[in-house]
């Protein structure tokens, strides 16, 4: 048996429609899984998901520091997981339906993207 972090895994592949959503959100969810990081599909846990702006006002933050937020490990592990989930989940969109529906969720005040 291989080690899983050598294994190949495929990115989901969604076409945008109702009916193969639900497989794709399964896979979805087993990626978040495999990468150690299920919080990202969990929206109570990313309302703690740092903006661009204060993920790299926390990056600037030396740990432990004076000032430094307490939470700022965290915030910066989720901020991180976010942003390789955005890119999965825009690879893994198949046709315009998929990148439409994605790109309706872009604003500058978003989490990522």
């Known amino acids: ?11 989901p592949k969604w ?8 497989t794709y ?8 899984a495999m990468n150690m990081y299920p919080e990202v599909l969990d929206q109570n ?8 702006t204060e993920y790299q006002v926390l990056l600037n933050q030396l740990p432990g520091a004076v000032g430094t937020d307490p939470n700022r490990n965290t915030k910066v592990a989720l901020y991180k997981a976010n942003q390789q989930m955005s890119g999965y989940f825009c690879m893994g969109q198949e046709n315009k339906l ?16």
């Open 1 to 11: 048996m291989s080690n899983i972090k050598e294994a190949k895994i495929e990115i």
């Open 15 to 22: 076409d945008g429609t109702r009916e193969t959503f639900d």
């Open 25 to 32: 959100q399964f896979k979805l969810r087993a990626i978040t």
């Open 98 to 113: 998929g990148v439409n529906a994605i790109r309706n969720t872009r604003f500058p005040t978003r989490k990522s993207l």
């Open 45 to 52: 846990a990313m309302k703690a998901c740092p903006t661009l």
